[in-house]
């Protein structure tokens, strides 16, 4: 080997050594770092207990047809359900995907179905941009 490439094998294996030296104490000095949060009175949040989080959720969407785990022979589903006039109801499903601007409270949507397990989620966006959402899990098996 010529000179050159044992000075550059060299310096390699020493800056390797010490990159290697120094990631290891710089990790053992992020172990001792504390963070301290620093709390306002703004930041505090409101809690809010479930029953009052279900009232609120009820009010706005309510499924009404069909029930969760419920099994069919058919490839499509007929959702039923009530939510506040004039809200934008968003149903997803591994099947389809439906977007429909409700104008009444009362609302029917006919969703495809896939064979076996369908995870149907129902998005209900009213005045606020937080939808209220309800999963439904319905099981299709068609008849032989």
Same mark, same amino acid.
């Given at each position: 080997m010529s000179r050159e490439t /044992? !000075? $550059? !094998?060299?310096?390699?294996? @020493?800056? @390797? /050594?010490? *990159?290697?030296v120094g990631v290891l104490f710089q990790t053992n000095k992020a172990e001792e770092t504390k963070v301290i949060p620093i709390t306002? %009175? #703004?930041d505090q949040k409101k809690v809010v207990s479930e029953e009052d989080q279900v009232g609120k959720q009820s009010n706005n969407? *309510?499924?009404t047809s069909p029930n969760d785990h419920? &099994? &069919?022979?058919?490839n499509t589903i007929e959702v039923v359900g009530k939510v506040k006039a004039n809200s934008l109801i968003a149903i997803q499903? $591994? $099947? +389809? %995907? !439906? !977007? %429909?601007? #409700?104008e009444k409270e009362n609302f029917t949507i006919e969703v495809?179905? $896939? /064979?076996?397990? #369908?995870v149907i989620q129902v998005s209900v966006? +009213?005045?606020?941009?937080?939808p209220q959402?309800?999963?439904l899990r319905i099981y299709y098996i068609p008849a032989e």
């Open positions: /044992v !000075i $550059a !094998i060299g310096f390699g294996v @020493g800056l @390797g /050594v010490l *990159v290697g306002r %009175e #703004n969407l *309510v499924i419920t &099994i &069919i022979a058919k499903s $591994a $099947a +389809a %995907e !439906i !977007i %429909e601007k #409700n495809p179905l $896939a /064979v076996g397990e #369908n966006y +009213a005045d606020t941009s937080t959402e309800q999963t």
